[in-house]
Structures are given as structure tokens and as C-alpha cells.
Nanobody
């Protein structure tokens, strides 16, 4: 059974940093590109960034300079580093694993940025 479990979300003040984790099990993690998405209330889900199996990253334009995505194949875990958080970053953050026609989603972790 494939499972993706996000963690690391929470309530933080503007300007803070967070590292979200996505622990994957039930598949060969090394073969999967890992994406991070977010969905704010009333908005569509949007892609935040991605990391390929070759560690090539690509980020959403509006967040470039404030985020970083990495992966640890030995731990089957992907990470999303969020820096200088703003109120507009408040959302549920999801990870997705994809390889060819297969894709799997996590349940999401809430990030709330508020003073």
C-alpha cells in the first residue's frame, strides 16, 4: 500500500520558516518525481514546486527565492523549505509522487501564517 504522509505544518508568524516533510512508503521512491502543491481556502490547488529523480528542481515564480525542495532517497522523504512566510502562504500543503502514469497524493498539512 502506497502512503505519503506530510508533516511539519503549523501556526507561525510572518517572516518565520518551516520545513515540511513528505514520508513515502510502498513504492520505489528513487523512481518518482516529487511535487509540492498548496491549496488556500476558496482557491484551486496550485503547484509550488517539484524535484525530479535527478534532483532537478523547479519552483513557482511567485515563491522563487523563498522556497527550496530537496529529497533524501535513503529515507524515502521529500522536503519543502519555506522561508519568510507571509499571510498569503496560508494553505494546506500537499505532496505528490509521480512516475509515468502513476501518481499518489498525501493527505496534506496545514500551514497558517498569522500574527
Amino acid at each position: 500500500q502506497v502512503q505519503l504522509v506530510e508533516s511539519g505544518g503549523g501556526l507561525v508568524q510572518p517572516g518565520a520558516s518551516l520545513t515540511l516533510s513528505c514520508a513515502v512508503s510502498g513504492l520505489d521512491f528513487r523512481l518518482y518525481t516529487m511535487d509540492w502543491y498548496r491549496q488556500a481556502p476558496g482557491n484551486q490547488r496550485e503547484m509550488v514546486g517539484t524535484i525530479t529523480t535527478r534532483d532537478i528542481t523547479n519552483y513557482m515564480d511567485s515563491m522563487k527565492g523563498r522556497i527550496g525542495i530537496s529529497r533524501d532517497n535513503a529515507k524515502s522523504t521529500a522536503y519543502l523549505q519555506l522561508n519568510d512566510l507571509k499571510a498569503d502562504d496560508t494553505a494546506v500543503y500537499y505532496c505528490r509522487a509521480r512516475h509515468m502514469t502513476r501518481e499518489y497524493w498525501g493527505q496534506g498539512t496545514q500551514v497558517t501564517v498569522s500574527s
